[in-house]
């Protein structure tokens, strides 16, 4: 049987859903068009960045997905289903929201702000106890030491942290996360957002994710959806492409003139691109390691200070790279 790359990824994550924007509009009563006309897919177990510039309606579609804020034309389905025709609580229960700052419920512990929506759904007590740890030690927090504690009683990564294992708690079809790591420095929030990739390749949820930050839309998204004012989508795509090839003046000044260095990071060394490795001078060259990005390689011959080096697989040399040749991988199309 011939399989479909979208039938396999919706294979192995029963659990997600697709999510399909058709003519979305949010007029709110103020008048205000917070979102004009936007169409959008996102296919199942695949995470999604919307980015763009303050009050260009971010928030507005992520909040019209789980229906804390209803649209005023169009259609929102996630699977097959129209969002519409679904209780709104109901609804809410099957789709995780991380928020800023967390939310979390100051006077329950931990255990119990990731027990919430188990509980609504009325889980027996045995298997929630069992969920809550699974998710703690998933987020990294030990159960044991982290469980009984209070919210002020954890730092903001912490807090981040107990947040996300809430929304998976009752295995949600899609998670949806509002500037989730913006709380914190940026230190630990290149942690988080590294423990959150690592996260995301076991759980493989439907993911929508708002943020400013463009680097970390390009080191999260699978795709990138660069919105401008009243929702307007500007481009769609992934991070390579976005950073390759600006498709509007808009994203191509959004990206900004440092694109060509955000794009070495999303860059992988290509193997077919590398030149032999040179028999003579092998052994005294930097090296770095073929699963690295081209960053990476950048990184190592400005730090050594030469203009070409080895790249590794194991260890072992399996071709050489020039600066040249790295910095021409940086080069936008367009
Ligand atoms: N409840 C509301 N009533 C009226 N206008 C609103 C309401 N909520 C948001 N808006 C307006 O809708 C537009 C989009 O707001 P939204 O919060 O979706 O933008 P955003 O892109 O998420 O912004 P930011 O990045 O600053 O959080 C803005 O002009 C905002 O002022």
């Excluded at 949010?26 to 980015?51: C, F, H, M």
Aim: charged share 25%; proline share 7%.
């Amino acid at each position: 049987m011939d399989v479909t790359p979208e039938a396999a990824s919706v294979a192995q994550s029963p659990r997600a859903a697709s999510i399909s924007l058709e003519g979305i509009q949010k007029r709110y009563p103020n008048g205000t068009e917070a979102v004009r006309d936007l169409s959008l897919e996102v296919r199942a177990g695949e995470l999604v960045v919307l980015i763009g510039p303050s009050g260009c309606g971010k928030s507005t579609v992520l909040r019209m997905i789980n229906r804390l804020i209803e649209p005023t034309a169009g259609r929102i389905t996630l699977g097959d289903e129209d969002v519409t025709d679904v209780d709104p609580v109901r609804l809410r229960r099957r789709i995780g929201y991380v928020i800023q700052n967390v939310g979390l419920f100051p006077h329950q512990t931990v255990r119990a702000n990731v027990a919430t929506v188990p509980g609504l759904l009325r889980w027996p007590k045995s298997q929630t106890r069992a969920r809550v740890d699974e998710l703690l030690d998933l987020v990294g927090l030990d159960p044991t030491e982290f469980g009984g504690r209070y919210p002020h009683e954890l730092s903001g990564g912490q807090r981040q942290r107990v947040g996300v294992a809430r929304a998976l708690a009752a295995d949600p079809v899609v998670l949806l996360m509002d500037e989730p790591f913006s709380a914190v420095d940026p230190i630990v929030r290149a942690r988080l957002q590294e423990e959150f990739l690592r996260l995301q390749a076991e759980v493989r949820k439907t993911i929508v994710l708002v943020t400013h930050d463009l680097d970390e839309a390009v080191r999260l998204g699978d795709r990138i959806a660069v919105l401008s004012e009243g929702g307007h989508l500007e481009q769609y795509d992934t991070p390579a492409a976005l950073l390759g090839a600006p498709a509007t003046p808009f994203v191509r000044e959004f990206v900004g003139a440092d694109r060509g260095i955000r794009r070495l990071a999303v860059t992988p060394l290509d193997r077919e691109a590398l030149d032999p490795v040179p028999e003579d001078a092998a052994a005294d060259l930097p090296t770095v390691e073929v699963d690295g990005s081209a960053y990476d390689a950048l990184a190592v011959l400005l730090t050594s200070g030469r203009d070409r080096l080895l790249v590794t697989d194991a260890g072992r040399p399996v071709g050489a790279l020039s600066r040249q040749r790295l910095l021409d991988l940086g080069r936008p199309t367009s």
